[in-house]
């Protein structure tokens, strides 16, 4: 998604918040940096259900689908090689009985 895509959703959303909660936000800053508009999600969210209001959870979701591209890769993880059976050696024969 294009950063003009997502600031336009952050911009949605700064206006909506500020009508509903009196909050005022940063709408580049939302755009470029996935831990505040991460919290400015938490925050509408939360604001939606106190309030019920479907449009203020709907831009929410918006913008937290959008910063998706954002997150980092998960780093593959690495499993653990197989063991191989434990294959028990023959026994070998020893010397059983008493030296001379």
Do not use: C
């Not at 509903?20 to 800053?29: A, K, Y």
């Not at 997150?71 to 001379?100: N, S």
Request: aromatic share 4%.
């Amino acid at each position: 998604m294009l950063e003009s895509e997502r600031i336009a959703i952050a911009a949605h959303l700064h206006v909506q918040l500020r009508r509903v909660t009196g909050r005022v936000t940063d709408t580049e800053w939302m755009a470029r940096n996935l831990e505040y508009a991460d919290d400015v999600v938490r925050f509408a969210r939360a604001a939606a259900l106190e309030k019920g209001l479907d449009e203020l959870a709907e831009l929410a979701q918006r913008l937290d689908a959008a910063m998706q591209a954002l997150r980092p890769a998960p780093k593959p993880v690495k499993a653990a090689p197989l063991a191989a059976p434990r294959v028990e050696p023959e026994p070998v024969a020893r010397y059983v009985g008493r030296l001379r």
